[in-house]
Structure formats: C-alpha cells, structure tokens
C-alpha cells in the first residue's frame, strides 16, 4: 500500500504558474504508474497525466497538453504537476494517483491522495 500528499495548490491569476507535488509513502515507489486528475466544483473527476514508473513516458489530456508536465523523481518518491498558461478553466481540486498493475495508462487507480486546491483567477 501506499499513502499519497499532494501539496503546492494556491491562488494564482491567469497565465500564471504553479508546481504540485505528490509525495508518496510506502511501497516501493517505483512500482507504481502515477497520474493527476482533476475535479472542479460540482463536476466528475477527470484525468489529467500520466508517468510511466521510470518517467520515460508521459500521457495528457488534450485540455492540458502543451502547458502542463508531468514528471518524478523515484529517489524522492515525489510526482509533480508543472502547471503553466494557468486559464480560470482550470480551477478545481488536484488529486495525486497510483497504480502498480502494469497497464499503460492504467484504466483505473488504486490509490488516492487528499487532494489540493487550485485556484485560478482571471
């Protein structure tokens, strides 16, 4: 098992950037595939990114692609979320996700963190 933080979520205005992080305790970190959702106020939770356990492939949503990275360092056990061209579309709350079954992009997660809010202004 796993435990998931994220961390980094704010108040920025729009065009802004910020950095998530996710910090993971636990089970070897690098057995897991991770990924960011994301869930805005009174909508479904929706995917975000992916990373491969060794960080050499990535996975976006087309909303995101081109202004968001994702990326790791397994010998921190952390994931983050580099968010840039910040738009007020994007405000919601960020959760931090893992999976150790293998599939890529893994259809399901079976670990969540608490989440952490960000708020775009525009």
């Known amino acids: 098992q796993v435990q998931l933080v994220e961390s980094g979520g704010g108040l920025v205005q729009a065009g802004g950037s910020l950095r998530l992080s996710c910090a993971a305790s636990?089970?070897?970190?690098?057995?897991?595939?991770m990924g960011w959702f994301r869930q805005a106020p009174g909508k479904g939770r929706n995917f975000v990114a992916a990373?491969?356990?060794?960080?050499?492939?990535?996975y976006y949503a087309d909303s995101v692609k081109g202004r968001f990275t994702i990326s790791r360092d397994n010998a921190k056990n952390t994931v983050y979320l580099q968010m840039n061209s910040l738009k007020p579309e994007d405000t919601a709350v960020y959760y931090c996700a893992a999976d150790s079954r293998g599939r890529w992009p893994p259809s399901l997660y079976e670990y969540w963190g608490q989440g952490t809010p960000v708020t775009v202004s525009s």
């Open positions: 990373i491969n356990r060794s960080g050499s492939n990535t």
């Open positions: 636990g089970r070897s970190f690098i057995t897991y595939v």
